[in-house]
């Protein structure tokens, strides 16, 4: 009897976060502490050019140390779905928006 494996080299890819900060007036700064938090999405797209999303990495951060920068390197440019379709993988980033409570200086509220 014999067995023959297709020997097939995995295909990968990567993607590098990288923050910038923008003033009101459009200029960029760099602020030295601080810290975000994404989520890195994969976005699979078949052959017939259907696709869907899922998060890939959950509540990934950067900061002010990271120089507001990350790689991924290595991850999957290609899958078999569950329907034995190839499809076609790329990644993007979602920063997660915390809210923050909110504090006004100086305002007063009269009811009546």
């Avoid at 923008?22 to 030295?32: I, K, L």
């Amino acid at each position: 009897m014999t067995i023959k494996v297709a020997n097939e080299k995995t295909v990968t890819t990567e993607i590098t976060v990288d923050k910038k900060w923008f003033r009101a007036d459009g200029t960029e700064f760099h602020p030295q502490d601080g810290e975000i938090s994404y989520n890195l999405i994969q976005v699979l797209t078949t052959e017939g050019g259907e696709s869907s999303e899922k998060i890939y990495k959950s509540g990934e951060t950067l900061t002010s140390q990271d120089g507001w920068q990350k790689t991924y390197s290595n991850l999957p440019a290609a899958d078999i779905n569950g329907n034995g379709e190839k499809e076609i993988c790329t990644y993007y980033v979602k920063e997660i928006l915390i809210a923050h409570p909110a504090s006004y200086a100086g305002f007063r509220s009269s009811a009546g």
